[in-house]
Each structure stands twice: as C-alpha cells, then as structure tokens.
C-alpha cells in the first residue's frame, strides 16, 4: 500500500512541478536579452544591441565601398512592437512576423534589411560577405532578415568569400609584393 501511494505521491509531485518549471522557461523567453545591453543607433531611427551595431556598421561601410546600401527596416523591437507586428500577421495584414519571445529582433541582434529577392546586387553582397561580420540568414523565407550570430558564423576560408567561392586574390599579399620595396 505504501509503494503505491509513494507512487502516486511522485505521479502527483511531477504533474504539479511541470507546468510551473513550464511556465518559468516561458517567462525567461518572454524576457528579451537586451534588457541591460546596450542598444546602439545605427540607422533611420533603428537600434541593434551595441556589439551588433558595430559590427554592422562595419559590414556597412565595408558594402558602402563597394558601391552597395545597406539600408535597414527593422533593428530591435520592445516586446510591444513585436506583438503588434505578429498580430498583424495573424490577421493577414502584415508580412511574417515571430510570436512575440521568439524574435531575435527583441534582443536586438537581427535586423531587416532592404534587399529585394535573391538575384539582386545587395543580396548576393551580403551573402557573399555578411558572414565575415558575424551575420547570416537564419529565417529561409526571409531574404531580409540576418542575424548577428558571431559564435556560429564561420568566417570564410582565406582567399574565399561566404560563398566559400575564390576571391581574387591581393597583389600586396603576395610574397613578391612585400619583397619589392618599391
Ligand atoms: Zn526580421
């Protein structure tokens, strides 16, 4: 009898614990990480969390010298602007948009940017170099959508490009560049 009701006790113990760590992982979802990181300007009004700031600003310019804008549309999102923007969604009025908790755009580390579809001059920069500041894609419907993610991006192997396609190579790093003082 004692083995049983032991039984039922942990049955009981279980079923009560659950929904509460449940309902404890959900909250910290809903906590965007930015909270306490700083947010940085970077464009049209658009914040991103300060180390993808200044990586993108990197990327930026670096795209900027090769006569390609990098214009953003959307940086960090308040829990409120996302939750707006998904139910938007859900009522057909707006494009795609994550359950408010599920965006990295609440965390400040993706941004939206205006690049058209896949075929375009921006596009193929970006997913020719975006990787070498720590972006890439991660949403496969959203060619506009990149996300900061230096831990996981791997950067090109040297002499290629994101693509993992040859790069032409620098004359000034050749061996017989730096040999010849002039
Ligand atoms: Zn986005």
């Known amino acids: 009898m004692?083995?049983?009701?032991?039984r039922w006790g942990v049955l009981i113990l279980v079923c009560l614990i659950?929904?509460?760590?449940t309902a404890a992982e959900a909250k910290k979802l809903r906590r965007p990480k930015a909270k306490g990181a700083k947010l940085v300007h970077v464009q049209r009004g658009e914040r991103l969390q300060h180390a993808a700031a200044a990586a993108f600003k990197r990327m930026h310019e670096s795209a900027r010298t090769e006569g390609v804008s990098l214009r953003v549309t959307s940086g960090y999102r308040s829990r409120q602007e996302?939750?707006?923007l998904y139910e938007r969604y859900r009522k057909g009025l707006g494009p795609q948009a994550a359950r408010p908790g599920r965006s990295n755009h609440?965390?400040?580390?993706?941004?939206?940017l205006v690049v058209g579809d896949v075929s375009t001059t921006t596009y193929e920069w970006l997913a020719s170099?975006?990787?070498r500041f720590g972006f890439r894609r991660t949403v496969a419907s959203e060619p506009w959508h990149w996300e900061y993610r230096p831990r996981t991006t791997?950067?090109?192997a040297k002499g290629q490009d994101c693509l993992g396609r040859d790069t032409t190579p620098d004359l000034q790093d050749t061996p017989l560049a730096k040999k010849d003082p002039s």
Not at 106 to 112: C, E, K, T
Request: proline share 8%; aromatic share 8%; hydrophobic share 50%.
């Open 129 to 131: 170099n975006a990787c």
């Open 82 to 84: 996302q939750r707006w």
């Open 18 to 21: 659950a929904p509460l760590a």
């Open 154 to 156: 791997r950067a090109p």
């Open 2 to 6: 004692s083995l049983a009701f032991l």
């Open 106 to 112: 609440q965390r400040g580390l993706a941004v939206d």
